[in-house]
């Protein structure tokens, strides 16, 4: 099994819906966040998280808010989606114990807003 | 702020030749430049990490430096194979930060 999961996989949805999607992990890592890949643009940090009472705006966070419900849950939600939101999320997980703190990323969420 | 430039264009080089692409960093030496690979549709992949005062890490037939003068880190593929082709995002964070910055990766394409 996947050790950082994400949920849906794809999602098609229309401008000023509220939509979710979801990350666990199985890896015990206290760290969780969030990114979006637009193509030429790389990964760009949404928000991240080094516990579950302890969460920070990155650098793109306007438009978009998250829920650390346990240590292996992290969601990101659009609460009113529009078309410059569609891009492909990725959910990342480390472990701060370690010295490299490793970054484990899951397999992505595709997002297209119409 | 801290950006990392990676070349955008895509590099094609033969297979079994040394493949090498370069990230460069534009304000402060950061702690540590972290490397990944990443396969279309897939998230990134940790390959290696270097830190700020070492000047070169290997794994197996993968190498990367750490050139503070230059600003500079580069990350080289020895004997090259086709399974090699995929996009590489360099990482960088500064001791002061709590996070990564990305740069927007180089396409690799190994030709047979």
């Known amino acids: 099994d996947a050790d950082v999961t994400q949920t849906p996989r794809n999602r098609i949805t229309k401008t000023g819906k509220r939509i979710m999607l979801e990350c666990s992990q199985t890896?015990?890592?206290?760290?969780m966040y969030w990114y979006r890949q637009d193509p030429g643009l790389g990964l760009r940090l949404i928000y991240y998280?080094?516990?579950?009472?302890?969460?920070n705006k990155g650098e793109i966070s306007d438009g978009y808010s998250v829920s650390r419900q346990a240590q292996a849950k992290f969601s990101l939600s659009l609460e009113s989606a529009i078309p410059n939101q569609t891009a492909l999320y990725f959910c990342?997980?480390?472990?701060?114990?370690?010295?490299?703190?490793?970054?484990?990323f899951g397999p992505g969420t595709r997002l297209l807003v119409l | 702020s801290q950006k990392i430039e990676q070349n955008s264009e895509a590099l094609n080089i033969q297979e079994g030749k040394t493949a090498t692409l370069t990230c460069n960093y534009t304000?402060?030496?950061?702690?540590?430049l972290q490397w990944y690979r990443q396969d279309p549709g897939r998230g990134p992949v940790f390959l290696l990490l270097?830190?700020?005062?070492?000047k070169e890490k290997r794994k197996e037939r993968l190498k990367v430096t750490f050139d503070t003068t230059l600003k500079q880190s580069l990350f080289h593929i020895t004997a090259s194979q086709p399974a090699d082709s995929a996009t590489y995002l360099c990482?960088?964070?500064?001791?002061?930060?709590?996070?990564?910055?990305f740069g927007s990766g180089t396409r690799l394409q190994v030709q047979p």
């Open positions: 990342a997980t480390s472990d701060s114990r370690t010295t490299q703190e490793t970054q484990y």
């Open positions: 890896k015990g890592h206290d760290r």
């Open positions: 998280s080094f516990d579950v009472k302890d969460i």
């Open positions: 304000n402060y030496s950061p702690a540590y």
């Open positions: 270097i830190r700020e005062n070492e």
């Open positions: 990482a960088e964070r500064d001791t002061g930060r709590r996070a990564l910055t």
